[in-house]
């Protein structure tokens, strides 16, 4: 059979497909993936150890979660265009998820980086992928686990198009405040990596400001910190003791 470029199924072809996959369950991607299915969007699941994906698609009963296991089941159990999101450690293991789906993937198909991506990383990969007629974005995650299932602060960059397919769930599954959700499309290329490293330099700044103020307050103005004690009626098991 002939392929097709054009981009688009027929309705009953996308019939009983996940909206978006998930690629990485690891604490982030599995509560991202949890995010999104909790906000209406049936969505495929992989990981290269498939013990993983048994075990979320267990916890996941009742769910709209599809579970695969092999790169090629995964990409063909989404509607097309499909949409992609890898959430694995940055550099390398990018590349090589990339890589176990891109003979499957066909003109119009949509990969969104959302680790921690090098930005001259994520250009490069949106020029190679973009010659084969495949659309990447790179779109920074802010919020750790807790954000990552209730509502993170999104940086997407690459494709303004390509970005437009996906902000309907991008905008569903972000933190909210007065103004509408915590997510703005940020520019083409690797601009939303960029920002994110931005965000990353002054969140582990101010850490860094905290660890050497208390530092200073102990080595030179000899200040004892309160301790912690256990306790068995705080629910945290902890309760802070002054003295």
């Not at 209406?40 to 009963?61: C, L, M, Q, T």
């Not at 954000?147 to 769930?169: C, F, K, N, T, V």
């Not at 103004?179 to 969140?203: A, L, Q, R, W």
Request: proline residues 6%; neutral net charge.
């Amino acid at each position: 059979m002939e392929r097709q470029h054009s981009g688009m199924a027929t309705l009953e072809q996308n019939a009983s497909k996940a909206e978006i996959g998930m690629m990485g369950l690891g604490v982030m991607g599995e509560n991202l993936a949890m995010n999104i299915e909790r906000n209406g969007y049936p969505i495929a699941v992989w990981n290269r150890e498939p013990h993983k994906v048994d075990d979320f698609v267990a916890r996941s009963h009742g769910k709209q979660v599809i579970g695969t296991r092999t790169p090629e089941e995964f990409v063909k159990s989404l509607k097309r265009p499909r949409k992609i999101i890898l959430l694995v450690k940055a550099g390398s293991p990018v590349d090589w998820t990339i890589e176990q789906i891109r003979p499957f993937l066909e003109e119009g198909d949509i990969v969104i980086d959302g680790g921690n991506s090098y930005f001259q990383d994520t250009e490069r990969r949106e020029k190679e992928l973009k010659a084969a007629g495949i659309n990447f974005i790179g779109s920074g995650v802010s919020g750790g686990e807790k954000g990552a299932l209730w509502g993170p602060s999104l940086m997407p960059g690459g494709d303004r198009g390509a970005y437009e397919q996906i902000r309907p769930i991008w905008e569903a599954i972000a933190a909210k405040v007065d103004d509408g959700p915590c997510v703005t499309y940020i520019g083409p290329g690797g601009s939303g990596h960029f920002v994110k490293m931005v965000h990353n330099g002054i969140e582990y700044g101010d850490m860094q400001l905290i660890a050497e103020a208390y530092d200073l307050m102990r080595s030179v103005w000899a200040w004892k910190p309160p301790r912690w004690r256990t306790s068995s009626t705080s629910g945290t098991g902890v309760t802070w003791n002054p003295t």
